[in-house]
């Protein structure tokens, strides 16, 4: 359950909004080792507050030319480790504590000169760079099972209800659940999840036609994202890269259709060119 307040601020300028959130989540376990096999019954209780500032002023939100959309948020919970000292690894499943940064910031630039006979053939430069962070108040009780980071693939999962963690797509690569890009992942979920994640994409776009009953566009992406579990093995440059070309379908009658299909460069070290290369299907939603 959630329950939110958004605002729109006045100053620095129009398009800032400040929103407010109360999330509450529980689970009654029968047998079922949803964390782990050592707590499979009992109850556990996500209960969190969130803060998210958010600047929008893109010209439109189909085929965007220009602007940016930015946000930062803080998730947490109450400290109970502060409050009950006598708290141990096993209660952390109970009553599970973190707090999660999210930084996301989106760019768009166009390029050259428009054409068309309405002018609204134009190429399109969009830059995005997001950043998640999970603490911890007490390092004795380990990282939160919640809230934690699924980096690959194109943003699937069957297991998002569950353990609401958040979802970072990479085209050109599996779920992938090792930090290291020299080890060729070929998984279809990952384990466990990490709790840093960095992500950075360019895309050049392209439309065929504009139109509000069908808007189509083109694409050529670079991207390079990967996670950690723990501030020590934290590399912000240690990343694992793709290229990859695509297409953008919008349709009132299905909303955005889209496809992908990209090549993870570092799985080609560790590997031939077809094992590399991976396929996507996007429908209804524009992956994170």
Do not use: C
């Amino acid at each position: 359950m959630t329950v939110a307040l958004g605002k729109q601020l006045k100053w620095p300028d129009d398009f800032f909004t400040l929103t407010y959130s109360v999330n509450y989540t529980q689970y009654d376990l029968n047998n079922y080792p949803l964390f782990t096999s050592a707590f499979r019954n009992g109850r556990s209780t996500n209960f969190s507050f969130k803060l998210a500032l958010s600047r929008y002023d893109l010209d439109q939100p189909i085929y965007p030319r220009r602007g940016s959309n930015l946000l930062l948020s803080v998730q947490l919970t109450p400290p109970y480790s502060a409050i009950d000292h006598g708290l141990t690894q096993a209660d952390s499943y109970k009553l599970p504590e973190y707090h999660k940064w999210r930084f996301t910031s989106d760019w768009y630039l166009p390029i050259g000169n428009a054409m068309g006979a309405d002018k609204s053939r134009q190429f399109v430069l969009k830059a995005s760079a997001k950043y998640g962070f999970m603490g911890r108040y007490n390092a004795g009780l380990g990282f939160s099972p919640f809230e934690r980071f699924q980096v690959g693939d194109a943003g699937l999962t069957n297991n998002f209800g569950l353990l609401g963690y958040d979802i970072i797509s990479q085209r050109g690569y599996p779920v992938y659940e090792n930090s290291d890009p020299k080890v060729n992942p070929d998984q279809q979920q990952a384990s466990q999840f990490f709790t840093i994640f960095n992500k950075y994409t360019l895309e050049l776009r392209y439309p065929f036609t504009t139109n509000p009953s069908s808007t189509i566009y083109g694409l050529t992406f670079f991207e390079a994202a990967n996670g950690w579990y723990n501030y020590t093995d934290y590399n912000p440059f240690r990343l694992r890269r793709s290229v990859g070309v695509g297409m953008r379908f919008f349709l009132p009658m299905f909303g955005l259709l889209g496809f992908d299909y990209g090549i993870g460069l570092d799985r080609i070290q560790n590997g031939s060119l077809r094992d590399a290369t991976r396929f996507t299907f996007m429908l209804g939603y524009e992956p994170d």
